[in-house]
Structures are given as structure tokens and as C-alpha cells.
């Protein structure tokens, strides 16, 4: 204790799967780093990774720092048994690779196209289907008004809770200490963070603070005057059941942006869809009438063997939306306040880049700049410039991001 101060190294603000992926990886690569988490809902009863049940995981993407996240992020849920396991004792998170199907409209076959060509130079597993191609491999989803689909036969999704579990638990026997507590203040001198205060009156003294808070991480950079495009997003994951199952699916993501996986009771299914209707506040009241309202339509018109489908149950749960562009912030708010960290901003594909976006945080914090994965393109750079990163950065076919020596 130093005047009233609990001194650490770092101070990750969030103990959901982002901030716990961080704290793991800044534990695991140096041992001794004094690390504490701020969690304010100790039973994640509100968390984004506890709301979210499809668990998609996908390499299918048109800029290569979410491909190689991607990467790294299935390579981690492999072996995620063994890297998180304590005292010898270690368990899965539910990873089923079970691939992803990517669908196009008519209109939107050229740009399908592209990203897939993209994504083969990324050495990403993908294979081209016409329509026809998605009738013979998948007989139950309706081809006669698709473009095209791309499927990924790689990909797939796992447990966003065991995610988190062992995450915790591994970086908790590593060292990290997880404190329940609410940030209530965050004292800031010119460009460098000093403290954060909590309601209990605690004051934790920093060089490094990470804001891993999700969709309420824009509320916690207001806390140190920094303005951020972050905010929530409201989503719907339904699990329902039809009478008779169909032929192994893949995750399907459909242009009309309803997407949809297998569960592992035959016959069950869960996903949702992303309409404009949906609330930017964090009010997590679910509409009773979406499912058959809006879901259901969605569905049948992918494939009619959910016609009749009966809903099991609904969970609502938030994005981190990030309004620029739609892709996290990763990295240092160099240039406004140097010591803070963000973490947020996924837009709905958090999930699967929990592993690599914790490791490259890790990095930065402990080195000074990104080791693995270049991701200086996903920084707070084009925020503070208000200058949005959606195409991707001319290179040579097989590059794919740059990595650092």
C-alpha cells in the first residue's frame, strides 16, 4: 500500500472472457506481473459472454487481422483443455467444428466472391458452392435463391461460458486477483491514467489500465474523457425444435442476416437474427413477438424443414457495437491518454477473437507494441481520426498481416 493506493501493474476493467483472456496472457507470459481485474457482476448474470449461446467461430472474414484472430483463436480452443488447465486438471470448452456456410444473394455473388478469394490467400479452408453445390450437400436449406454460399469446413462454434470459466480459473491460479467492486472514477493527469476509484472508496494506483468492459466500455472511457463510438447493441439467441432432425448443418450465416447452428440434441437448433429494429440501449427486455415475428420468417425462408418449428427458449444479450466501423479497438488510446488500454468494440463477433485480442493486449502492455499479429490497423489511431477501416490494405496475395520479427 502506497498513500491510501493498492499498487499494481496492470488494471483490467471487465472480468468477462475479454478482460479474463488479457489478465491469462499478461499472467502467463510474465509471472509476477501484479494483475487485477475489476469485476462489478461477480455472478456475470449481465455478462456478454453468459448472454451469448451460439458461440460462433469463424476464419470467413474480409480483413486479415480477423482472420488471423481467428487463427489463433481455434488453434487455442483445441488444445483450450491443456492451456488452461490447473494442477494437472484441465476440460474442454465445447468446441464442435462442425464449419460455417456463408450464403449471397444473387446481387451480392461478386463481393462473396472476392472475400473468398481473399480468404484462400489467407490459407483459410474454403470451399466455392453454386447453388446447386449447397442442394447436394445440404438438402434441407433452400439453393434456388442463393447466388452462392461459401463453406468453411474448419470453423464452428463452442461454449461461451466454459470459455470464460476456464479462463478465469486459469489466470486466478496464475496469480491474477479478481475483485468485485464498480469503477466509480478514473483519475487521469494529461495523457497518462493514475488511478481508478471504486464505490467502495478503494483507489487501485496503476501504470496500465485495460477497459475489457464490453458494451459499457464506452460509459467507462467517459470516465476518463475519452469519447468512443461504443455502445450496445441489443441481440436475440432462440433454441428451437423441430420433429425431425436434418442432415449434419454447418453454422449457416444468410445474407438475410439470419444465422442459425445444430445443437447437440437431434432435432434442436439455435441462432438469431439482426434486424435494424433492434435497441441501442442496455435494456435487455425481450419482444415475446420477435421469434415468430421476424425469426420465423427468416428461417423458413432458408429452409422450409423449420416450418413449424417450436421456440425452446429466448436469451437477450448486448453487442459492443462500435458505430465507426463495425471492428474492435484494440490497443493503446495513443496520443489521447498512452496508458489506457482498450479491448471492445467486437460488434457481434467477439467470441471468437477472445484468445487472440487478449494476447495481443498482453502484448502491447508487456512490449510495447503487437509481437504476433499486426493489429495496428484495428487501433485507436482511425478513431481518433475519425477514419473507419472496413477494405482491406493492399498486399501481396499470400501475405496476410504483417508479422512483427
Keep these: 500500500m502506497e498513500d491510501g493506493c493498492d499498487s499494481n501493474d496492470v488494471v483490467i476493467i471487465g472480468g468477462g472472457a475479454m478482460g479474463s483472456s488479457v489478465a491469462f496472457h499478461l499472467a502467463e507470459s510474465s509471472p509476477g506481473c501484479r494483475v487485477t481485474v475489476i469485476e462489478r457482476d461477480s455472478g456475470y448474470a449481465q455478462a456478454s459472454t453468459m448472454r451469448a449461446t451460439t458461440g460462433g467461430v469463424r476464419r470467413v472474414h474480409a480483413l486479415p487481422e480477423n482472420v488471423a484472430l481467428s487463427d489463433y483463436g481455434i488453434a487455442f480452443l483445441e488444445t483450450f483443455a491443456d492451456r488452461t488447465a490447473v494442477d494437472g486438471v484441465g476440460r474442454g470448452c465445447d468446441f464442435v467444428q462442425g464449419g460455417y456456410l456463408l450464403t449471397a444473394s444473387p446481387e451480392a455473388k461478386a463481393g462473396l466472391a472476392a472475400n473468398f478469394e481473399f480468404q484462400a490467400s489467407q490459407g483459410v479452408e474454403v470451399r466455392w458452392m453454386e447453388p446447386g453445390d449447397v442442394a447436394a450437400a445440404f438438402p434441407s436449406i433452400r439453393s434456388d435463391n442463393l447466388g452462392a454460399a461459401v463453406h468453411s469446413p474448419k470453423d464452428g462454434w463452442a461454449n461461451p461460458g466454459l470459455l470464460l470459466e476456464g479462463l478465469r480459473r486459469k489466470a486466478a491460479a496464475l496469480g491474477v486477483r ?132 417450436r421456440l425452446i427458449r429466448s436469451v437477450s444479450g448486448l453487442f459492443d457495437q462500435n458505430e465507426l466501423d463495425q471492428n474492435a479497438i484494440i490497443g493503446p488510446c495513443t496520443g489521447t491518454v498512452d496508458n489506457l488500454y482498450l479491448i471492445a468494440g467486437f460488434s457481434g463477433h467477439g467470441f471468437m477473437h477472445v484468445p487472440g485480442a487478449g494476447r495481443a493486449v498482453a502484448e502491447h502492455i508487456l512490449h510495447g507494441r503487437f509481437q504476433t499479429i499486426d493489429l495496428d490497423a484495428l487501433g485507436w489511431a482511425r478513431i481518433a481520426a475519425n477514419r473507419p477501416y472496413t477494405s482491406r490494405r493492399t498486399r501481396t496475395a499470400a501475405s496476410g498481416p504483417r508479422l512483427h520479427a
Excluded at 467517459?222 to 455502445?231: I, M, S
Aim: aromatic fraction near 10%.
Design 178 to 309: 479478481y475483485l468485485d467492486g464498480e469503477v466509480v472514477g478514473i483519475d487521469r493527469q494529461g495523457s497518462r491514467i493514475r488511478s481508478v476509484s471504486l464505490r467502495s472508496g478503494a483507489r487501485l494506483k496503476t501504470p496500465s489500465l485495460v477497459v475489457a468492459a464490453g458494451p459499457w466500455s464506452g460509459q467507462v472511457c467517459n470516465l476518463a474523457g475519452v469519447k468512443t463510438p461504443l455502445g450496445p447493441l441489443l441481440r436475440y439467441d432462440f433454441e428451437f425444435e423441430i420433429d425431425r432432425p436434418l442432415e449434419p448443418l454447418p453454422f449457416v450465416k444468410d445474407w438475410s442476416r439470419v444465422a442459425f447452428r445444430p445443437c447437440t440434441e437431434a432435432g434442436r437448433y439455435r441462432g438469431g437474427l439482426q434486424t435494424t429494429e433492434m435497441s441501442r440501449s442496455f435494456d435487455l427486455t425481450i419482444d415475446p413477438t420477435f421469434f415468430q415475428r421476424r425469426m420465423m420468417p427468416a428461417l423458413t425462408e432458408r429452409s422450409h424443414a423449420f416450418e413449424g418449428a
